[in-house]
T-cell receptor, first 113, second 112 residues
């Protein structure tokens, strides 16, 4: 299984940008980089995904290194509601069951007012 | 727009009892999934159904059975509950296997 490495926890101040790093040195050519987050007492929520190019949506931006061995999820202005566990997951879009999500422990983001 | 609905939200069982966890989605999704999450851990896949009429084992299927009743509903059954199955269970769905998954709010199950 392709694996990712994330810091256990990070802190941010409200209304400041947050950069959540993820290392995935063994990524294969068909692996997409997916990010989900889990708010307290809720199920995970899809955030964003990408393959090679940087991606933006209404929730966040995803910056992918040129060699694809690392990526960064960017929250442009953190709010208290962004306090959650963030999971970086590699997902093979062409491998059938190998495309199943494999969750690690993620990064617990705390946001201070 | 309910999304993915799980019932019940909480349940306490005694060892050896059986129970079925229910999951329904209203997004016309083809694929559905059952996960468990233990304290301080990420989710682990129990079973999934790529499309109506098919089910496959995930990472931790032992002690569980599933039924894809129709396109909307995917149930998880514990035939003889054990304390090791105490966990939070999440159901999810996606349009196709490779598309983003939408999760329910979970069922918190305690087995004494």
């Amino acid at each position: 299984d392709a694996k990712t490495t994330q810091p256990n926890s990070m802190e941010s101040n409200e209304e400041e940008p947050v950069h959540l790093p993820c290392n995935h040195s063994t990524i294969s050519g068909t692996d997409y980089i997916h990010w989900y987050r889990q708010l307290p007492s809720q199920g995970p929520e899809y955030v964003i995904h990408g393959l090679t190019s940087n991606v933006n949506n209404r929730m966040a931006s995803l910056a992918i290194a040129e060699d694809r061995k690392s990526s960064t999820l960017i929250l442009h202005r953190a709010t208290l509601r962004d306090a959650a566990v963030y999971y970086c997951i590699l997902r093979d879009h062409y491998g059938g069951s190998q495309g199943n999500l494999i969750f690690g422990k993620g990064t617990k983001l705390s946001v201070k007012p | 727009n309910a999304g993915v609905t799980q019932t019940p939200k909480f349940q306490v069982l005694k060892t050896g009892q059986s129970m079925t966890l229910q999951c329904a989605q209203d997004m016309n999704h083809n694929s559905m999934y059952w996960y468990r999450q233990d304290p301080g851990m990420g989710l682990r896949l129990i079973y999934y159904s790529a499309s109506e009429g098919t089910t496959d084992k995930g990472e931790v299927p032992n002690g569980y059975n599933v039924s894809r009743l129709n396109k909307r509903e995917f149930s998880l059954r514990l035939e003889s509950a054990a304390p090791s199955q105490t966990s939070v269970y999440f159901c999810a769905s996606s349009g196709q296997m490779q598309q983003p998954q939408h999760f329910g709010d979970g069922t918190r199950l305690s087995i004494l």
